[in-house]
């Protein structure tokens, strides 16, 4: 459970003596709220720093009848599961209920090491709950983010936009921002949704400036002075402020009015100075010592100032005004106006450099000694020390990790000298770790993991604290460098250093409640299947997934689901395959989890059996099901999905939508990881097959060409590719050749599918060489490895010779049922797609829930952008739904789709 500060989802104080402004607050309440309804959904406050925007959101929200959940936002919360923590907190403040269910789903998704190339987490799922625990609200309620500035993430963004587009009527969010955020404004704008507050309406009038000035120093500012103080300050807040304090101890406030000139920021420097230069030295010291800190509180303050002084302090600068906020009722924490914090530590820069970073060194400490840990690591790193930053970090980094953190420790590591990492191996380790949940950076993650293999036994053994569930033993450690290396090894598609690494694994996992036990199970899985070792293998997947319900991990079950299907799959168990997907999708929606994209794999893997069943519009479903939700998922999850996607649309001979998706798969998903590459190469050999391209077929396949070539993991389809290309080619003794080898290959590695594939192969080869009888006896040996579990397109997609000879079966009585069946689908193949033909998957009105869904948008006049945004989805994705809907409808752009679709009965008017 990720640690978090009261402070931050509390609703700060507001002070007594605040000027008040009427005109503000009826501008921000018209039209908001009607019979416990919010009219808008937004209120946007964006103003430069300096001009009060928290201040105005607090006197409006003050004098609302609703609830307020409010959420303090900085740099730290530039992580997704962080950030939605505070607001589920926030909001259960408001009302206790609220936020649980959708606080235990954010929690439960803990990103495990097994998945690589696992991206950002699918918030929709989580926000989906919370927007249904928010519909139960007992009474309207207002969000506040107030510094949603400090917020860079795009994913947050993404989720901000979502809400927004969700949000049910009895709630309400504010932004206080410096800067417009990318959620969404422009829809918000056009359909009247958004309430937008800015710097003209923040600033001061000529009577507030007046009561401001006169309250500060008791002088009545003339007409000609209130003119120019105007002119100056533009009514900006802070510059007021500031001026006020200057003039409270100025003999001639009429001078210093005419000596204010220039921009805002010459005149807080002018101000700042006049400021300081009048406060008593133990003030300008404090003022200036504690500046570094983004929050403070009297014991913080006692610590890095080495004094006892803080709360006394405190009280004073508050007195005094000077600009330091209570940010909690009980007077635990503070912190100064941002500007003037700015101010002083520019301040404390030039007049005292060394300062800085012993300062932040001591609140540093401070924070250690208090369990907050992110704080301490925030402070060493800004002080730039950081060696004490590691050590701080290389504690807690495991624990930071099963809190979801991966986004913040990249950050971390990130700002963390290459030398203060290195001297930790196990921040080397989780280094390499993060580095792979982002795989665009796996060579960096190399490096590190090279360094952490450095380390020899004694070192790590001392660094490991035996015993504690978070903490890895000695064992445990050297297990995990091991299958980093392996995991490595698998994405450069080294299969020799994968088995290398992987080889006993499990025994540095002993620990039945070891959290990266499940890893190991699912790493010596893999090797057993490549080694042929089938059944060891279904045991270790077993034995992953019994460990990953025990650990509650359904994210890490569904993982091991997805391998252990693919391992079934190429056994050809079609129907396990189905009966896993089906077990473990009901473990998912059981547990939160229905809606993530690794669920999502498993639609489009039941996709593949429906496919290969020639279930066409059953498969084209489940596909398009697992393609929608791995729309925010791990990278590798949407490419796996869109290469079940190409090979559905190879099976349809929609040939075009076939080379345009690959053209997407390979501008955007090639480099994922080797297996991916490689599939991609297979549909683009095998389209070129189908085109008669026989050249391009050849250039692709150059490489692997030789008859020494090893076959290796990933690459059965290739080898099988190559026998198809040299029968196109006439060339049938070399595929004979080529096939002797591949099928004992396949043998030896358990491999049901490929021996398959490669009989049927064997069987066209040899009707080819007019060897009937030999032909036939291995048609019978294909159809007697496919007729258990339903095989259909591996012998509809090699041609009318495997047709011409399964009639000869017939007329023998072999196989009666199954071969029936089979001709009877040769005979669909040639009713509804002629060779060359590139026919539709299926009619218009079998369009998808999702095609219907931008199909209404295109009609609407939405632009790519627009629809992207509304959905929650890629443009990239919009732009491939919408190639998708013209194909289907025969449209060749939105306007003639839309016609077609209204005329078919798809759109009604």
């Known amino acids: 459970m990720t640690t978090l500060m009261e402070v931050k989802y509390t609703v700060p104080p507001l002070r007594s003596d605040l000027l008040q402004r009427p005109g503000l607050s009826e501008k921000m309440n018209r039209e908001l709220q009607s019979d416990g309804r919010f009219t808008r959904k937004l209120t946007l406050i964006s103003a430069p720093a300096g001009y009060g925007k928290t201040t105005a959101a607090l006197q409006w929200l003050q004098a609302l009848d609703s609830c307020t959940a409010w959420v303090s936002l900085d740099e730290g919360d530039n992580d997704g599961r962080v950030f939605w923590s505070y607001v589920v907190r926030a909001l259960s403040e408001v009302h206790g209920g609220v936020g649980k269910k959708s606080a235990d789903y954010l929690q439960a998704e803990t990103t495990q090491l097994a998945g690589m190339a696992g991206g950002p987490t699918d918030y929709r799922n989580f926000l989906k709950r919370l927007v249904n625990e928010m519909a139960s609200l007992p009474k309207p309620a207002i969000l506040v983010l107030d510094d949603y500035h400090v917020i860079e993430e795009r994913d947050i963004h993404d989720g901000i936009s979502y809400l927004l587009q969700h949000l049910p009527p009895t709630v309400h969010v504010v932004l206080v921002t410096r800067v417009d955020p990318p959620v969404g404004l422009s829809r918000l704008r056009g359909r009247g949704e958004i309430l937008e507050v800015r710097a003209a309406d923040l600033r001061l009038d000529a009577r507030a400036v007046r009561q401001l000035v006169c309250r500060m120093t008791g002088y009545d500012v003339r007409d000609d002075e209130l003119a120019e103080l105007l002119k100056s300050t533009r009514g900006w807040i802070t510059g007021l402020q500031l001026f006020a304090l200057s003039a409270s101890q100025s003999d001639d406030i009429s001078q210093l009015i005419h000596n204010l000139a220039g921009q805002n920021r010459y005149i807080l420097e002018y101000l700042l100075d006049e400021v300081l230069a009048h406060q008593p030295p133990e003030v300008r010291d404090f003022l200036l010592q504690t500046s570094p800190l983004n929050r403070f509180t009297p014991s913080l303050c006692d610590h890095v100032t080495k004094s006892s002084r803080g709360l006394d302090m405190l009280m004073r600068l508050q007195r005094q005004n000077l600009f330091v906020v209570k940010?909690?009722?009980?007077?635990?924490?503070?912190?100064?106006?941002?500007?003037?914090?700015?101010?002083?530590?520019?301040?404390?820069?030039?007049?005292?450099?060394?300062e800085v970073g012993r300062i932040l060194c001591r609140a540093a400490d401070w924070y250690r000694q208090k369990g907050m840990v992110p704080a301490a690591v925030d402070a060493f790193i800004d002080a730039e020390a950081f060696g004490q930053a590691a050590d701080v970090l290389q504690e807690e980094v495991e624990k930071l990790w099963y809190q979801g953190r991966e986004k913040q420790l990249l950050r971390w590591f990130d700002a963390l000298s290459e030398e203060s990492i290195m001297a930790h191996r196990r921040l080397c380790i989780f280094y390499c770790t993060v580095l792979l949940v982002n795989a665009a950076r796996s060579s960096e993650a190399e490096h590190y993991l090279t360094a952490a293999e450095r380390f020899t036994s004694d070192n790590y053994e001392k660094e490991a604290e035996p015993g504690s569930f978070l903490r890895l033993t000695g064992a445990e450690m050297e297990g995990l460098t091991r299958a980093l290396r392996a995991q490595l090894a698998a994405f450069s598609g080294d299969a020799e250093g994968f088995l290398a690494a992987a080889d006993g694994i499990m025994n540095y996992f002993r620990a039945r409640r070891s959290n990266w036990r499940p890893l190991a199970a699912t790493l010596a899985a893999e090797a057993s299947e490549w080694q042929g070792d089938v059944r060891k293998c279904d045991r270790l997947f077993r034995l992953a997934l019994e460990d990953g319900r025990e650990l509650k991990d359904p994210i890490f079950c569904l993982l091991v689901a997805n391998r252990m299907a693919f391992m079934k799959l190429r056994d050809a168990k079609?129907?396990?395959?189905?009966?896993?997907?089906?077990?473990?999708?009901?473990?998912?929606?059981?547990?939160?989890?229905?809606?993530?994209?690794?669920?999502?794999?498993?639609?489009?893997?039941?996709?593949?059996?429906?496919?290969?069943?020639?279930?066409?519009?059953?498969?084209?479903?489940?596909?398009?099901?697992?393609?929608?939700?791995?729309?925010?998922?791990?990278?590798?999850?949407?490419?796996?999905?869109l290469i079940?996607?190409?090979?559905?649309?190879?099976?349809?001979?929609?040939?075009?939508?076939?080379?345009?998706?690959?053209?997407?798969?390979?501008?955007?998903?090639?480099?994922?990881?080797?297996?991916?590459?490689?599939?991609?190469?297979?549909?683009?050999?095998?389209?070129?097959?189908?085109?008669?391209?026989?050249?391009?077929?050849?250039?692709?396949?150059t490489p692997f060409m030789k008859m020494d070539e090893p076959i290796g993991p990933w690459y059965d389809e290739t080898h099988l590719n190559i026998v198809r290309l040299l029968l196109a080619q006439d060339r049938v003794l070399g595929a004979?050749?080529?096939?002797?080898?591949?099928?004992?290959?396949?043998?030896?590695?358990?491999?049901?599918?490929?021996?398959?594939?490669?009989?049927?192969?064997?069987?066209?080869?040899?009707?080819?060489?007019?060897?009937?009888?030999?032909?036939?006896?291995q048609l019978r040996a294909a159809l007697q490895l496919g007729e258990a579990e339903g095989f259909v397109r591996s012998f509809l997609q090699e041609g009318e010779e495997v047709h011409a000879l399964l009639l000869k079966c017939k007329d023998r009585g072999i196989c009666s049922c199954y071969v029936q069946k089979l001709l009877d689908e040769f005979a669909g193949e040639t009713d509804t797609a002629a060779p060359g033909d590139e026919g539709q998957l299926a009619p218009a009105d079998e369009i998808t829930a999702r095609e219907r869904e931008i199909l209404r948008l295109l009609s609407e006049g939405l632009s790519n952008k627009e629809i992207a945004d509304r959905l929650f989805i890629s443009l990239n994705t919009v732009k491939w739904h919408a190639s998708n809907i013209y194909s289907k409808l025969g449209a060749a752009n939105r306007t003639e789709a839309a016609s077609i679709a209204k005329r078919l009965g798809i759109l009604q008017d």
């Not at 009722?329 to 941002?338: K, L, S």
């Not at 129907?575 to 929606?589: I, P, R």
């Not at 190879?650 to 997407?664: A, H």
């Open 574 to 641: 079609l129907t396990e395959v189905l009966q896993l997907c089906s077990d473990q999708l009901e473990f998912a929606e059981e547990t939160g989890f229905a809606g993530t994209s690794r669920a999502g794999t498993l639609w489009s893997l039941q996709g593949e059996i429906h496919r290969e069943r020639n279930e066409l519009e059953c498969a084209a479903e489940c596909i398009q099901k697992g393609i929608d939700m791995a729309e925010e998922g791990p990278p590798t999850a949407a490419a796996w999905n």
């Open 327 to 354: 940010l909690d009722e009980a007077g635990r924490w503070y912190r100064y106006h941002p500007l003037f914090g700015q101010l002083l530590r520019h301040q404390l820069a030039k007049e005292r450099p060394r």
């Open 736 to 777: 004979v050749q080529r096939l002797e080898s591949l099928e004992d290959y396949f043998s030896e590695r358990g491999s049901t599918r490929g021996r398959l594939q490669a009989t049927i192969l064997r069987s066209v080869a040899l009707h080819r060489l007019d060897r009937a009888d030999a032909a036939s006896v």
């Open 644 to 701: 079940w996607r190409l090979r559905l649309l190879l099976s349809c001979r929609r040939l075009q939508e076939m080379e345009d998706l690959l053209g997407y798969v390979r501008e955007h998903m090639m480099g994922l990881a080797a297996w991916i590459d490689r599939k991609v190469i297979d549909l683009r050999v095998r389209l070129a097959i189908c085109r008669g391209d026989h050249a391009a077929a050849e250039r692709l396949l």
